[in-house]
């Protein structure tokens, strides 16, 4: 009988076998994908035009002004009339709207890098530590640290009406107290009682330097905040504040609450940006928080805490990378998503201060001409929107195919 | 399961509560004085005190330190904020400055143009995307599953107020079949009853007006309806292939059911949860109000109406319009957890 070689029958040596990284992996699926070639090529041509526009190619928006030329179709090749092609034509001020909507690019992206930054950055972080208290024990020095920021919070309000900042720290130290006896051999309720006792006494003997009634609402605050304290709160208290406080920022629609955030400080295109970003963080904390709620079950996470590493590190070095897949997938999509609301914003007139290109403001200032017959003016910037949007998306579609071989449908 | 509804409704309080503080917050931080808003620039000192006197804007905005010190717990708590609470439960948002009428009165006629406008969208939206969903589900990876995707993805990245403006573009200004904006043609008038002109016109047997309100709405909620309807057809046909791959499906193709019967009698059913979930969440956010569907068909709803009143520094409608639009936006999810909880007698909530 014949020899027969591992080559002839194609077993795969697992010892030898090319070493293949996680991330090499999903970047194959992803260039295997026709959807996420399409969104990259589409992506690259913005990007590279816009920073090259900025770049190489001079525009001063603010001289940029030919009443002669003012709403001019398209038009390819150079006439008698009109000495310089213009593909997109022009708007009411005579402005190459292809020019335009080239250097419009750079402020789209600086929007959507700059949101997603601010969402990404605040929202991830805010995600982790909620997620990972929630599901961690929390260590003996975290719980005196969230107790006495606990006990200082509430008990300011007491040293506001007081006039006393003594008071507050004072509370800050009950908070301590409260760890240390954590485990009161008289049992829950009278622990609650003797803090809430203690709280009364805190807050109406120094109340009484002031006034009887100053005492009295003082004195009935700091019972309050005895018996919160006396809970023994732990991370999953933390968790609910922040993700409470999330909650509020999603139950405005978004679009609303960017606009209002604008009204506020005032048109603009960085604050714009701000606006956006702001609005966007609770997405990224429910993301990351869900996604470390899973992570943190795992056994290496165990593992790391079995060997006595601190809850930072195994945020940072364990959990981290492994929430990180959601969070690029969820950044491409609001990379997309920002240009949008960058454009709704400009369109309101709340966005770049004119003369400025940016799409959503070419739009917005040409779109009365429109009945006039004027098509180019809005067809083409709101094209290179449609565009940019889709590209990303397309992007991020693809990233969730090749990130999470799960999730594949 | 009552226990998880009243824990989700207990949950409502603070949010609510915090969206007020930051609505009260957002009037208060605005540049500019109220009360020289409300009298315009060329008021006397006197008049802007006594208007401050009479708003109560010359008081604390959360507690009176100072009353309480003087022993005076009412003027403790008879603070700007508290006040304004106070307003709130008995309905009074304020008058509109410019106009001077009460800003709840104006809600009451605004909010059912856009009851009206969501309503048709989310009908839209629903009709089309769930067959479409289903039908690209059932031939996956097919030319027609390709196609849909790759247009739901359009249309989740199109700005919808560009998309509307393409539909003026097209439909009136070189068909000419349909108006550009508006709610009803001027000369044509419908007995209000319920305020939705469709609904008004139909029961008072006002074919024509039932007509030119129709050509008026069909634009701007074909517009307004593109994203919900590619979410919808997204979110049917993902639901419908994790569904495919459970085992009691496997169980039904192997007894020899026909594919048809698996698909909608088996499947369906339990796809259809987070189809729901979606459609409630897409519903509340078009009831908000889409300030820029609205702005660009001339829509008189409250997305509309509520972005005026910020360009004018109108602030009381600005604060009652964008409270009354989070406000449907915690009920509306608060619904849609709720009916997850009941629709999924899986789901255990501690």
Known sequence: MAEITPDEIGVVDFAVREHRSLWLDAWRRLVSSNTARLGMVVVMIFVFSATYAHFFWVYDAKTDLDYSLKLKPPNLFPTEEIAEPHYFGTDKLGRDIFRRTVHGGWNSLRVGIVAVSISMFIGVVLGILAGFYESMRITYMEKIVLMVLIALALGSLSAWIARQPIQALLFGALGAVSVIFENFQKGKPIRTVIFALVGILLGAISGMLVSPMVALVCGAWGALVGVVISLSLGGKFFSNIVMRFMDIILSFPAYLLAIAIVAFLGPGLEKGMIAIGVVGIPVYARLARSAVLSVSQKEYVLAAQSVGESHSRIMVRHVFPNILSPIIIQATMGLAAAILSAAALGFLGLGAIPPEPEWGSMLGDSYKYLSSGAWWAVVFPGLAIVFSVLGFNLLGDGLRDALDPKMRV | ?350
Request: no cysteine; hydrophobic share 50%.
């Open chain 2, 1 to 350: 399961m009552s226990r998880y509804i009243i824990r989700r409704l207990i949950s409502v309080i603070p949010t609510l509560l915090g969206v007020t503080f930051v609505i009260f917050m957002f009037q208060r931080l605005i540049p500019g004085d109220p009360a020289v808003a409300m009298l315009g620039e060329h008021a006397t000192e006197e008049n802007v005190q006594r208007i401050r006197e009479q708003f109560g804007l010359n008081r604390p905005l959360f507690l009176d330190r100072d009353a309480l010190a003087n022993g005076d717990l009412r003027g403790f708590f008879d603070t700007q904020y508290l006040r304004y609470l106070g307003r709130l439960v008995r309905l009074d948002l304020g008058n509109s400055i410019h106009r001077r009428i009460p800003v709840a009165e104006t809600l009451a006629i605004r909010f059912p143009a856009t009851i009206e406008l969501a309503l048709l969208s989310m009908t839209i939206a629903i009709l089309v995307g769930i067959p479409v969903g289903i039908a690209s589900a059932s031939r996956r990876n097919t030319l027609l599953d390709g196609t849909t995707m790759i247009g739901s993805l359009v249309g989740v990245s199109m700005p919808i107020f560009w998309l509307g403006l393409m539909e003026i573009m097209l439909f009136s200004v070189f068909l000419q079949w349909l108006p550009s904006g508006g709610r009803l043609s001027t000369g044509i008038e419908v007995e209000a009853i319920t305020n939705l002109v469709l609904f008004d016109s139909l029961i008072t047997g006002n074919i024509p007006a039932f007509i030119d309100a129709f050509k008026h709405i069909i634009l701007p909620a074909l517009a307004l309806a593109t994203i919900p309807t590619a979410i919808i057809a997204r979110m049917t046909r993902s639901s419908i292939l994790d569904v495919l791959q459970e085992d009691y499906i496997r169980t039904a193709n192997a007894k020899g059911l026909a594919e048809r019967v698996v698909l909608f009698r088996h499947a369906l059913k339990n796809a259809f949860l987070p189809v729901i979930t979606i459609i409630g969440i897409q519903t509340g956010t078009l009831l908000a109000g889409a300030v820029l569907t609205e702005t660009i068909f001339s829509w008189p709803g409250i997305g509309k109406w509520v972005y005026d009143s910020i360009l004018a520094r109108d602030y009381p409608i600005v604060q009652g319009g964008t409270l009354l639009i989070a406000i449907i936006f915690v009920v509306v999810n608060l619904l849609v957890d709720i009916s997850y909880a009941v629709l999924d007698p899986r789901i255990r909530y501690d």
